[in-house]
């Protein structure tokens, strides 16, 4: 998966595990290397407001590269946000979870949120953008493609928070919440004996691409926006 001029990627990611993962990803999909660009992050718990914010500085980055071979990735954990799919005849539908706090029952569809602030600074015509990109939305999170590539028949239960020590997971679980994403990630890790940036490259070097986009619908959008780079 070599070659002498590796394109360049952009990232706007929450950490340096993401860029690890997302990088590795694209690598695998598209079978060629990248060079990754000096990422921009999304500050910690900054969710789409946060994206917002950053993308105009980070898309104008990326036309400084025109005429160069360059892609992006943007990648936000979905934290319980309705899920944007398509139906049958591709009309697109928003899957919500039942049962959510205000807070986040009042939150949309972050996929649809960030592609039309890229819309509206770019235009809607892909073809046209200065740069091919993908927006990654893991539902509910990164740990949840994880979960899956480690073992695709959990994908139907997968808990929908971060940790069982959250607050908000104690409220939705009435006090006794089972281990939620990221405690079922650390046990996973902690046999293999890795710390989280090797252990996150482990997962993303052997997953199995088809089996994981089939189980995860999130998983299978990012997938086919890197296949038509």
Same mark, same amino acid.
């Given at each position: 998966m070599s070659n002498e001029n590796p394109s360049l990627l952009y990232l706007l990611t929450e950490d340096d595990n993401d860029d690890l993962f997302f990088e590795l990803c694209a690598e695998r999909i598209?079978?060629? $290397? !990248?060079c990754p660009v000096e990422p921009r992050r999304i500050r910690k718990n900054g969710g789409i407001g946060e994206v917002r914010k950053?993308?105009?500085?980070f898309l104008n980055d990326i036309k400084k590269s025109a005429g160069m071979d360059a892609? !992006? #990735?943007i990648a936000l954990d979905n934290d319980r946000a309705p899920e944007y799919l !398509?139906?049958?005849n591709q009309k697109p539908i928003q899957k919500k979870i039942p049962g959510l706090s205000k807070r986040d029952a009042s939150k949309q569809c972050r996929f649809r949120e960030i592609e039309?602030? #890229? /819309?509206?600074?770019?235009g809607y015509d892909r073809s046209k953008w200065p740069a091919k990109g993908a927006i990654a939305v893991p539902v509910q999170m990164l740990e949840s493609w994880i979960l #899956?590539?480690?073992d695709p028949s959990c994908a139907e239960d997968l808990p929908i928070f971060a940790e069982k020590s959250q $607050? $908000?997971?104690k409220k939705f679980y009435s006090g006794s919440p089972p281990d939620q994403l990221k405690d079922l990630c650390d046990q996973y890790r902690y046999q293999k004996n890795m710390v989280k940036g090797e252990f996150v490259l482990d997962v993303a070097r052997n997953m199995?691409?088809?089996?994981?986009? /089939?189980a995860s619908c999130s998983f299978a959008q990012f997938r086919n926006q890197v296949i038509t780079w």
């Open positions: 598209r079978g060629k $290397s !990248f950053k993308l105009p500085a892609y !992006f #990735i !398509f139906d049958d039309k602030r #890229i /819309q509206e600074l770019w #899956i590539a480690l $607050s $908000s997971a199995d691409l088809d089996e994981v986009a /089939q």
